[in-house]
Each structure stands twice: as structure tokens, then as C-alpha cells.
């Protein structure tokens, strides 16, 4: 059964190559799920159609036969029990994938994602620089022992890592964690993610042709 | 096999009632699980034993047999695995909790907590004011329309969710929102929420006596 990702059909240019469709177009493309990709117009995003299917108004959403699910990290987690590409099928590294994308989502993620929302408006302080680089230190650490975060292999828990570690400013700001960089560098080299970057560019690209053309 | 959740041996006073133990408490009262408590003590958080266990020096932490897990919501799905109590059975109740789940901690406590923690330092303006209140209008009207986020039914989705909701701070900011204050109320009055509260308030105040003796 062919997976659909929904997206947006459009995204102004700042966010591109980083709205969270990336993170299921890389684990299909690691696993070798074939998927199509569907899209909600981004003006009609906060409508009743793709609040059903989003209550947050954001992407991505996946359908699964009958299962449409909404959020990056369960849409990751599902995908992950149909490949042991993306998750080891044995009990103890099933039980650290989760933990390590819990960890990016809620340990590393729920610092990093707002503290880039208030550098927005470049305030002479950030609160939450000192919260930020605590954990950025700690994960470092971690990285400094092994290549990747857990079971000894690549699993989705590192593509949802590198993918929260990507985004601009903050990969700007890894220059103190060595260990994070070389991990960092180490992920985004993978050809699926490649093909994930060029393809939801394109998408963007191509929906600007067509709006130009009216 | 009796499960083990790694909590601190003390804290000071305002976290009491909140540490994250308690999501770990309450889904194994829930459930019936049996469950003990090991502590580590406080001052020894960033110590290599426990970093070894929570590389973010935080807790909880769980022992289930030979698996190990930190992240309090990595643990909750994995508690939920064991008991049709906190997690449906079939594909489309499984799906419909992790994604809430995620969204809690995802979308939900991505705001709520920083807002929380750059609150502490009482601001003029507290920079993810407007986002917070965008992410509880939305969440108020998906409970407008059901008693449960997931699956029709209590789930683990609702114990993290209302965890994420009862932060003082945070509830008070709740007034505006009544679908969520109704659902809050709903889901803290099971008697598995009010033992485990207890519990933990006890754990921290016979260590208080213990530490006045020395």
C-alpha cells in the first residue's frame, strides 16, 4: 500500500528545505517505502479540511491504509515498525530508538525550536541561550562515545536528530560541540537525505512556477 | 517482572508534585503494573552513574527486565505496550495515542514549558506568550468535541497531556479556555492520578526527615 505525505502545496522561501514533510519523504526514501505526496493549499491550512487531519495546522500528516496519523515524530515512529531500516526489530534497540527520538523531541527540540523563535526578533539576550548550550553540551558528550544514538546503527532516531540540528542558526552554533558536527556531518551525508532536500525543493520550486503562471 | 523507576532521592520544595516520576507512577497505577522506586541522589544527578542512565542528567528513568529507557514519554509508551488500560489494541487506537502523545510533548509542552521557564524570571513580555496561546485555542477546540484526545477513550495520551496541563502557571492560564479546564478536571480526578501525587509528595517529605536527622 502506496503511504501519502501531506504538505503544503506552497511555503514562502525562509522555511524551505526544512517544513517537516522532510523527516517522512527521508525515512520512506531509507526504507525504501514507496509514497505519494499530497498537499492542503497553504492558505486554506487553518480550514476544517486540514484541521481533521492536523488540529495544530501544520504538516506533515500521514495516511497509512485506514491510519491517518498527524505529528513528525509519531509519523516517524509508525514508519519505523514497517522497516528495521529505521528500527532495530529486537526488543533493546526498539526500546533505545524510542528513547533517542523522545530525547530529540522533547530534550533537545523543545529547547532548540524556541529558542530560534525568540532569536527571530534578535533580542540583545536570549533567555534560553544557557538552557540551549546545557544541552547541546550534554549531547555532545554522548556523541563524543559513538556514531550513532542508538543500538550501534542508524536508526530514525538519528534522522529526527540531524534534521532538529540542521536548521541554520542553530548548526551555527555547533561550532563549540565537535563531536555534534561530526555526527551532524556524518547523517546529512546519507543519499536519502539528499533526495529528501532536492525533492521538497523542487516541490516549492515548481509550485512557485505555477503560481506565477496564475 | 516488577518494573523500577529511577526517580531523585530529594528535591527542593516547588517541583514537588511535579517531577516527572509521576507520569511513570501513574501509568503503572493505572495498569496495575507493579512497580518500586530507586533513587539517585540529587546532588549526584550529573554524576557518570547517572548520566549513564539519562545522559540529559534528568529523570525518570526505567528498568523493565534488561531494558533500560529514559524520557518520560518514551517510558509511557513503553508502559503502554503492556496494558490495553493505557493504550488501545488495535492499529487505529494505537495510532490515534502516539500521536497525541507526541503532540503533548511535541506541541504542546514545546511551548508551554519554555514559556513556563522564561516566565520564572517574571519579564515585561514573555516573548512565546501569543504562541502558547495559539496552541491552547487549538487543543480547546479539539476537546470542545470529545472527553478524550484519543481513541474515544482514557489513554496514556490523557495522563501525559493533563501532566503537561496542571502546572500551576500554566492552569491558571487556562481560564480562557474551557473545553481544556473541563478535560483537566475530568482527567485529574482518577484515583490513580491522586495516589501517585500523594506518593510522590510522601517520597520527598520523608527524605526532608531524613535529612533533618542526618
Known amino acids: 500500500m502506496t503511504l501519502t505525505i501531506w504538505t503544503y502545496d506552497w511555503v514562502p522561501p525562509p522555511p524551505r528545505g526544512h517544513v517537516?514533510?522532510?523527516?517522512?519523504?527521508?525515512?520512506?526514501?531509507?526504507?525504501?517505502?514507496?509514497?505519494?505526496i499530497a498537499t492542503v493549499r497553504f492558505e486554506d491550512r487553518t480550514g476544517p479540511?486540514?484541521?481533521?487531519?492536523?488540529?495544530?495546522?501544520?504538516?506533515?500528516?500521514?495516511?497509512?491504509?485506514?491510519?491517518?496519523?498527524?505529528?513528525?515524530?509519531?509519523?516517524?515512529?509508525?514508519?519505523?515498525?514497517?522497516?528495521?531500516?529505521?528500527?532495530?526489530?529486537?526488543a533493546k534497540g526498539r526500546a533505545e530508538t524510542l528513547e533517542w527520538v523522545i530525547a530529540g523531541l522533547n530534550s533537545v527540540e523543545m529547547v532548540s525550536v524556541p529558542w530560534w523563535f525568540i532569536g527571530l526578533s534578535s533580542p540583545p539576550e536570549n533567555p534560553l541561550e544557557g538552557w540551549l548550550t546545557s544541552r547541546l553540551a550534554r549531547l555532545d558528550a554522548v556523541?563524543?562515545?559513538?556514531?550513532?544514538?542508538?543500538?550501534?546503527?542508524?536508526?530514525?532516531?538519528?534522522?529526527?536528530?540531524?534534521?532538529?540540528?540542521?536548521?541554520?542558526?542553530?548548526?551555527?552554533?555547533l561550532i563549540?560541540?565537535?563531536?555534534?558536527q561530526a555526527y551532524l556531518t556524518r547523517i546529512l551525508d546519507r543519499p536519502a537525505f539528499r533526495k529528501s532536500l532536492q525533492d521538497q525543493l523542487d516541490h516549492f520550486a515548481t509550485a512557485d512556477a505555477a503560481r506565477a503562471k496564475g
Open 143 to 173: 556523541l563524543a562515545t559513538r556514531d550513532y544514538l542508538a543500538a550501534n546503527r542508524f536508526t530514525v532516531a538519528d534522522l529526527l536528530m540531524a534534521d532538529i540540528l540542521r536548521v541554520p542558526k542553530l548548526r551555527a552554533a
Open 176 to 180: 563549540d560541540y565537535p563531536a555534534i
Open 20 to 36: 517537516r514533510d522532510i523527516r517522512l519523504r527521508w525515512a520512506c526514501e531509507e526504507a525504501g517505502l514507496p509514497y505519494r
Open 49 to 90: 479540511d486540514h484541521l481533521a487531519r492536523q488540529p495544530f495546522a501544520q504538516v506533515p500528516a500521514l495516511q497509512d491504509g485506514d491510519i491517518q496519523l498527524f505529528e513528525s515524530g509519531a509519523c516517524l515512529l509508525h514508519l519505523a515498525k514497517r522497516s528495521e531500516s529505521l528500527m532495530p526489530g529486537d
